[in-house]
C-alpha cells in the first residue's frame, strides 16, 4: 500500500529547524509551526560569495535582524549550486544536534513524488513539515495578511507581468486583488515576486529598514534593503 503523506501536519507539536528565506512564505510557515511546536532555528544558504541570501538575495545582516527578532539562532553556510545540497545536509546534521526532529519549509506547490526535500529529510533521518502545503495561494496570503505580518516586494519579474513600481509596496488585500486582476499569482508561485517581512506576531520589534537604489538584472529588478541602524532586541 502506497505511503500517506502527512506533510501539511508534519511539524506539530515537535521541535523543528525551518528552512527561511526571509519572505512571507517561509515566515507564515515558521509561524504556523511555532504554534505547536518548539523552533530550534533557521536554516539559510548563503550565495558563494556569502554576501546574499540564496533564494531572496537578502544580505546577512538583515536577515540575522529578521531572526535577532523572532529570537531564533540561524544555521547559515554559503554554497555554490554544485555543492548545496551537500551543505544543506550538514545544516540539518548540526539542527538535529540541537534537537530538531522536523524540517519545516513554506512551500505550498510540490510533487507528491520526487519532492527534494523528502530526500535530503530522509537522508538525515528528519521529519517532513509543509505547514502551507496545497493551501489556496489567495488564502494563504490572506492569512498572511489578516495575521498582521506586514512584507515589502523586493524583487520583481518584469517579463511576468511585474512592474518596477511594485517593488517597495506592502502586500494587502487591494494589492492582492490589483495583482490577480493582472493576471499574476498572488503568492508569486511563478516566481513574479520575493518579499521581505518587517513585522508581525512572531517579530519583538519591526525591522528598521531603508529602501535602496533598485538595480536591474536581464528581466529581474530588484529593490536592496538595508538596516537604517543597529537593532537590539529584549529578551
Given at each position: 500500500m502506497e505511503e500517506i503523506k502527512d506533510w501539511k501536519n508534519g511539524a506539530v507539536g515537535r521541535p523543528f529547524i525551518a528552512s527561511f528565506s526571509g519572505g512571507k512564505d517561509s515566515v507564515l510557515a515558521l509561524y504556523k509551526g511555532m504554534q505547536t511546536g518548539k523552533a530550534v532555528g533557521l536554516i539559510v544558504m548563503l550565495e558563494e560569495e556569502g554576501k546574499r541570501s540564496r533564494s531572496h538575495g537578502m544580505p546577512p545582516?538583515?536577515?540575522?535582524?529578521?531572526a535577532d527578532s523572532i529570537g531564533l539562532p540561524v544555521f547559515t553556510a554559503a554554497a555554490s549550486w554544485?555543492?548545496?545540497?551537500?551543505?544543506?545536509m550538514e545544516l540539518l546534521t548540526q539542527a538535529k544536534n540541537q534537537g530538531a526532529e522536523v524540517l519545516v519549509t513554506g512551500d505550498l506547490d510540490v510533487p507528491a513524488h520526487g519532492c527534494?526535500?523528502?530526500?535530503?529529510?530522509?537522508?538525515?533521518g528528519l521529519g517532513l513539515g509543509m505547514p502551507l502545503w496545497e493551501m489556496d495561494h489567495r488564502e494563504a496570503v490572506e492569512e498572511f495578511i489578516d495575521l498582521g505580518f506586514t512584507t515589502i516586494v523586493v524583487t520583481v519579474n518584469l517579463s511576468l507581468g511585474m512592474r518596477e513600481e511594485d517593488l517597495g509596496r506592502t502586500l494587502t488585500h487591494d494589492y492582492i486583488n490589483e495583482l490577480e486582476a493582472r493576471g499574476i499569482d498572488p503568492c508569486g508561485e511563478g516566481g513574479e515576486f520575493h518579499t521581505t517581512v518587517i513585522d508581525g506576531p512572531i517579530f519583538k520589534q519591526p525591522i528598521p529598514v531603508r529602501k535602496c537604489t533598485i538595480r536591474k538584472e536581464g528581466v529581474y529588478a530588484f529593490l536592496p534593503l538595508e538596516l537604517t541602524k543597529a537593532v537590539e532586541f529584549n529578551s
Open positions: 545582516e538583515l536577515i540575522q535582524a529578521q554544485e555543492g548545496y545540497e551537500a551543505v544543506f527534494w526535500h523528502e530526500k535530503v529529510t530522509q537522508n538525515a
